[in-house]
């Protein structure tokens, strides 16, 4: 059975252009099916790396415009998912596990990144607009 990524509210946080942007991750993520030509699966991951990369500008942006203490840290997870993501993007996929191993990676990463890594930058974004009120 394949991964499917299944958009949940609980993955909301709070900024409506980067819950989009999560949103067309896992758009991205179900258009790979598990079995396909290996040349629409490498077009699809290079839309995938895009759009990850530039969702990462967006967001840091965002978090350098409210002084996120920990941006050094978050650009730093940033940068190393984007050297995993090239570096899968570069093996071969001519078999069914290996696209599955991609969406299990890409799912652990997506689930555990916004969970943890991104909600923790908006409860930030959250207390300093509270706090400027």
């Given at each position: 059975m394949g991964i499917?990524?299944?958009?949940d509210n609980t993955y909301t946080i709070?900024?409506?252009?980067?819950d989009q942007q999560h949103k067309r991750i896992f758009e991205l993520a179900?258009?790979?099916?598990e079995v396909l030509d290996?040349?629409?699966?490498?077009?699809?991951i290079w839309r995938m790396f895009?759009?990850?990369h530039e969702h990462f500008v967006d967001e840091e942006k965002m978090m350098k415009e409210?002084?996120?203490?920990?941006?050094?840290e978050h650009r730093?997870?940033?940068?190393?998912?984007?050297?995993?993501l090239s570096d899968i993007s570069t093996r071969s996929f001519d078999d069914d596990q290996a696209v599955y191993e991609?969406?299990?990676?890409?799912?652990?990463w997506i689930i555990e990144h916004i969970m943890n890594v991104d909600k923790g930058y908006f409860r930030f974004a959250q207390e300093k607009q509270g706090n400027n009120r």
């Open positions: 499917q990524f299944l958009w709070g900024n409506p252009d980067l179900n258009s790979l099916p290996e040349r629409d699966i490498k077009q699809i895009k759009h990850v409210i002084g996120y203490p920990q941006l050094a730093k997870i940033h940068d190393e998912l984007i050297t995993r991609f969406k299990k990676f890409i799912y652990d």
